[in-house]
Each structure stands twice: as C-alpha cells, then as structure tokens.
C-alpha cells in the first residue's frame, strides 16, 4: 500500500509560481509511475503531468504544457510539480497519483493511489 502526501499549495498571484511536492511511502517508489492530477470548481479531475519510473520520460497536458515542469527524487521517494507563469484556470485541488507499471499515462482511472491534494489558488 502506497501513501502519498501533498504539500507545497497555496495562493499566488497571476503570474506566479509554486513548487508542488508529494512524498510516497509503503511502497517501492521507483515500481511506480507518477502523475499530477487537479480538479478546479465544478469540474472534473483532470491529467496534468506523469512520469515515468526513471524519470526520463514525460508527459503533460496541452493547458499545461510549457509552464508546469514535472520531476522526480527516487532517492527522496518523492515527485514535484513546478508550476510557472500560472493563470487564475489553474486555480484547483493538485493530486498526486501513483501507478504500478512501466508506461506513463494520463487517465485517473489508471492510476492506483492518490493522495489527499493541496489547493492551489491563483489570484487575478
């Protein structure tokens, strides 16, 4: 059983940045892919980012492609999300996700753990 833990949320302005992290354990890290998944007001749970295994690979969403930068620390058991140049329609709950397995994918349903989140609000 994995647990993960999200930290790093907060409010910043339009324009801004934050480091999002999440810390795993219970498991064997590097057996998982991760990812980043939000929910903004209303709506649903959207992909962000993965990663794979080695961290040598990823993927991100078209909205976020070019400003968030997603990254992994398997000696520190732990992903990250840095989010640049943010828009009020980042405003969300981030959720990190684990998956078992070596493809990276962008679907929630495909991921096997997931954390409490961490909101993220961004002020226009």
């Known amino acids: 059983q994995v647990q993960l833990i999200e930290s790093g949320g907060g409010l910043v302005q339009t324009g801004g940045s934050l480091r999002l992290s999440c810390a795993a354990s219970?498991?064997?890290?590097?057996?998982?892919?991760m990812g980043w998944f939000r929910q903004g007001p209303g709506k649903e749970r959207e992909f962000v980012a993965a990663?794979?295994?080695?961290?040598?690979?990823?993927n991100y969403s078209d909205s976020v492609q070019g400003r968030f930068t997603i990254s992994r620390d398997n000696a520190k058991n732990t992903v990250y999300l840095q989010l640049t140049s943010l828009k009020p329609e980042d405003t969300a709950v981030y959720y990190c996700?684990?998956?078992?397995?070596?493809?990276?994918?962008?679907?929630?349903?495909?991921?096997?753990?997931w954390g409490q989140g961490t909101q993220v609000t961004i002020s226009s």
């Open positions: 219970g498991g064997t890290f590097t057996s998982h892919v």
């Open positions: 990663i794979s295994r080695s961290g040598g690979t990823t």
């Open positions: 996700a684990a998956a078992q397995g070596i493809l990276i994918r962008s679907t929630r349903f495909q991921y096997d753990y």
